[in-house]
Nanobody, 116 residues
Framework: VQLQASGGGLVQPGGSLRLSCIVSGGGVSDYFMTWYRQAPGKQRELVAVLPSGRRSMTDYADSVKGRFTISRDSAKNMVYLQMNNLKPDDTAVYYC?????????WGQGTLVTVSS
């Protein structure tokens, strides 16, 4: 299984970005999908989760609730992170992560910079 994240870039405060993570070698609906981020000088933190299955209940870090949305497109084997009303504190490298039983896979990360 391989994950590849994309969609990062430079955006002004208040702007939006959509990150994408393509999952190769497995069905995206079978995995517990998570977006993490790591800001400079800080530990990696969980941003959003999307459990496996059709009736998945999403969850978010308090700092992004109401602004970020995690979703998936099973036909494309993609997971997305829609980020709205971005703030400078959202600046970080964002990683997608997939878990299935005892296996865990990481994407390479995509940099999001929120700055005026």
């Amino acid at each position: 299984v391989q994950l590849q994240a994309s969609g990062g870039g430079l955006v002004q405060p208040g702007g939006s970005l959509r990150l994408s993570c393509i999952v190769s070698g497995g069905g995206v609906s079978d995995y517990f999908m998570t977006w993490y981020r790591q800001a400079p000088g800080k530990q990696r933190e969980l941003v959003a989760v999307l459990p496996s299955g059709r009736r998945s209940m999403t969850d978010y870090a308090d700092s992004v609730k109401g602004r970020f949305t995690i979703s998936r497109d099973s036909a494309k084997n993609m997971v997305y992170l829609q980020m709205n009303n971005l703030k400078p504190d959202d600046t970080a490298v964002y990683y997608c992560n997939a878990k299935w039983t005892s296996s865990e896979y990481w994407g390479q990360g995509t940099l999001v910079t929120v700055s005026s």
